[in-house]
């Protein structure tokens, strides 16, 4: 088991920045992957951004290319995600998420173990 729990939503204006981290705990030498994730009301979820777990490659949906950075923290078993720029479309429940299997993916399906979420609002 992994227990993921997130930190670090709030609300901003337009242009702000926000620092979003993600704690792990329990099996977390088995996690081969983490993604942050979102959700708009009425929308699906969707992938933000990836890392692996040992640190290295990094993704980013194009969305937030630029403006989002995915980052490992190692000495906290953690994984932040620094928004700069924000926008009102960035207004959504942030959820971490992490894979136990190899494989790039951006689907919500192939993550097993998830937070509970932070939400972020911009306003404008």
């Known amino acids: 088991q992994v227990q993921l729990v997130e930190s670090g939503g709030g609300s901003v204006q337009a242009g702000d920045s926000l620092r979003l981290s993600c704690a792990a705990s329990?099996?977390?030498?088995?996690?081969?992957?983490v993604a942050w994730f979102r959700q708009a009301p009425g929308k699906e979820r969707e992938f933000v951004a990836g890392?692996?777990?040992?640190?290295?490659?990094?993704s980013y949906a194009d969305s937030v290319k630029g403006r989002f950075t995915i980052s490992r923290d190692n000495a906290k078993n953690a994984v932040n995600l620094q928004m700069n720029s924000l926008k009102p479309e960035d207004t959504a429940v942030y959820y971490c998420?992490?894979?136990?299997?190899?494989?790039?993916?951006?689907?919500?399906?192939?993550?097993?173990?998830w937070g509970q979420g932070t939400q972020v609002t911009v306003s404008s």
């Open positions: 998420a992490a894979r136990m299997r190899d494989g790039w993916r951006a689907s919500p399906a192939e993550y097993d173990y």
């Open positions: 329990g099996r977390t030498s088995s996690i081969f992957r």
């Open positions: 890392v692996l777990w040992s640190g290295g490659p990094t």
